[in-house]
């Protein structure tokens, strides 16, 4: 298994973000215009036997944009399953282990994960199903994913994710955890601004405060089905 240490950063204003970007010499680690759609599907037993123990299973397939200069039509998609140990505890900037207790806005999120790319997401789900599992949470976002030149040695293994939601911007920051430290404090963000919560947690508060019932979390057009 793969541990991965990341958080989230909210995002209020996207063209500044950019400009700090463009700044660190920010390149996209994808071709075309970078950008990924991905649709997401979380499932679970019945009684929501994973979700209560810290677990995700999820099938996502990914969009990617190939940009104006590609041949007409062309897509470039795959298929993704993931499966999520329960995030341990924290750890701590210093590095000194996951059982090193932080305060709740200076932690990262560290878990463990196995994902695999497969053929065929319809047939992935009925083979979830007849495991007794549901697809039971839809959610979609646009991602365009970043790293820093070689001139940033401390970056090394560093992601950069820009994810565009239903619900607003944010950035992933997933890589070793100074360097985490580091970018968000040259992107203009301190340790208070970290959040550790996943999207279907953000999506919920934000119906909460809303006042809306929560569905899956689409753009619009989707939701038009």
């Excluded at 997401?121 to 959610?139: D, E, I, P, Q, T």
């Excluded at 208070?192 to 999207?199: C, I, P, V």
């Amino acid at each position: 298994m793969a541990a991965e240490t990341e958080i989230k950063l909210r995002i209020d204003d996207a063209k500044a973000f950019q400009r700090k970007l463009k700044k660190l010499g920010a390149k996209l680690v994808y071709g075309g215009t970078g950008r990924v759609h991905e649709l997401n599907v979380l499932f679970d037993t019945p009684e929501g036997k994973l979700g209560k123990s810290g677990q995700l299973l999820r099938i996502r397939t990914e969009t990617h944009d190939p940009g104006k200069k590609s041949k007409p039509g062309k897509l470039t998609q795959r298929t993704l399953v993931t499966y999520k140990r329960p995030p341990e505890e924290a750890v701590s900037p210093q590095g000194e282990g996951a059982a090193t207790i932080l305060p709740a806005q200076g932690r990262y999120k560290v878990r463990e994960e196995i994902e695999l790319e497969v053929m065929d997401s319809g047939a992935m789900g009925k083979v979830f199903a007849g495991l007794g599992m549901r697809g039971w949470f839809r959610y979609e976002k646009y991602r365009t994913t970043y790293q820093l030149p070689a001139r940033h040695k401390w970056a090394k293994g560093l992601l950069i994710e820009l994810d565009e939601v239903p619900i607003g911007t944010f950035v992933e920051l997933e890589g070793p955890a100074e360097a985490i430290d580091r970018v968000a404090v040259e992107l203009g963000f301190g340790r208070r601004d970290y959040l550790t919560t996943n999207y279907l947690v953000l999506y919920l508060d934000a119906c909460r405060k809303k006042g809306v019932p929560p569905g899956d979390m689409l753009f619009e057009a989707k939701k038009k089905r």
